[in-house]
């Protein structure tokens, strides 16, 4: 759950915090930290970038990460091959699961897209089980969206 009041509330904050701003990797480390600010109940967030065929770790707030994951690979790697935002309610039971966090239960993944170009995918992780939900999914996929519009990125 955020704790932001307010879906719109996140989406405007983060929308003023890039505004004039293009770099795709300084837009990416700011979005990260206002994330990890407004989310509550969560153990790691940040970004996976799509590079020579595999998802690389980009900015990110949390414990050190997994380095690499191949596509189709773990929850990243399913969503990032279906471009679709996958929900995990518990990840032990999400088969081929990629445990960087062993303290993780649940997680959340939203493609980035831009110009039918795939361009990595935005991964939450939380310790609680059934911790994200469709509202959520929602406002993460809106914050996705406005991240792709307010940067230049491998895909422009």
């Known amino acids: 759950m ?3 009041p307010h879906n719109a509330d996140l989406q405007r904050t983060l929308a003023a915090l890039l ?6 990797i300084a837009n990416l480390a700011n979005t990260a930290a206002l994330l990890w600010q407004e989310l509550g109940d969560i153990n790691w967030m940040g970004f996976y970038l799509f590079k020579h065929g ?8 949390g414990k050190p990460a997994c380095v690499r994951i191949q596509l189709g690979k773990g929850v990243c790697g399913t969503a990032a091959e279906r471009r679709h935002t996958l929900v995990v309610p518990n990840v032990h039971e999400f088969d081929g699961h990629i445990a960087c ?3 993780s239960n649940s997680e959340i993944v939203v493609p980035l897209v831009k110009n039918s170009k ?4 935005l991964d939450i992780d939380s310790p609680s089980l059934n911790r994200f939900t469709e509202r959520d999914r929602m406002q993460l996929e809106a914050v996705a969206a406005i991240l792709l ?3 230049d990125t491998p895909a422009d």
């Open 54 to 61: 595999e998802l690389v770790l980009g900015p990110f707030q």
């Open 118 to 121: 795939l361009l990595g995918v």
């Open 101 to 103: 966090d062993s303290a």
């Open 19 to 24: 505004e004039g701003e293009r770099d795709w």
């Open 2 to 4: 955020f704790k932001q």
């Open 149 to 151: 519009a307010s940067s």
